[in-house]
């Protein structure tokens, strides 16, 4: 049995999200930002356009893919993937719950910022947990979540712009057709 087109449409955007995930993930480690430590979350779009115009298992091997890949071309493997990889997944959870639970309730922009604070907490779990034992790390947990829900608004608006563009274009609509 030959898969339909469908599914290698799925295949291809799956793919082609992944793609982009993974490139936005390696651009945005050359951005500099004034507060060490803190990244934009460009490569989240990938993830939540996935959720959006797919599905969740589609969102799972791009995060996936993303928290592989972005630490093995950026660098120090494993540390970065350590705490890349459990807090990619648990964003992914997290924004994949509340997109398909809620979903006449959320925006992409709130769906960014809840993932964005679900990736920030998760990480400072881990690295309290494997390499800082002080729990003192959490005072710095607040500071950090307000970052978060920005870049994560920011996100979700540049995720919202995609699909409103993608749904004005009927090619693109072609693509997504289930």
Do not use: W
């Not at 936005?24 to 930002?33: C, D, K």
Request: glycine share 6%.
């Amino acid at each position: 049995m030959t898969p339909s087109p469908n599914n290698h449409n799925r295949l291809a955007m799956t793919g082609l999200f992944a793609a982009l995930t993974v490139a936005l993930g390696v651009l945005e480690s050359f951005i500099a930002l004034p507060v060490p430590g803190v990244r934009i979350g460009l490569s989240n779009v990938g993830i939540m356009l996935c959720l959006y115009l797919i599905d969740f298992p589609a969102a799972m091997y791009v995060a996936v893919t993303k928290a592989i890949l972005v630490p093995l071309l950026t660098g120090n493997l494993i540390v970065k993937m350590s705490i890349a990889l459990p807090s990619t997944l648990a964003a992914t959870v997290v924004m994949g719950l509340s997109f398909f639970l809620m979903r006449r309730f959320t925006t992409p922009l709130s769906i960014g910022a809840l993932g964005a604070v679900a990736h920030i907490c998760t990480q400072f779990f881990v690295v309290k947990n494997l390499y800082i034992k002080a729990d003192a790390i959490y005072n710095l947990l607040p500071y950090f979540c307000f970052f978060s829900v920005l870049t994560g608004v920011l996100t979700g608006y540049i995720t919202r712009v995609i699909i409103n563009n993608i749904r004005e274009d009927e090619r693109c609509i072609s693509c997504f057709r289930k």
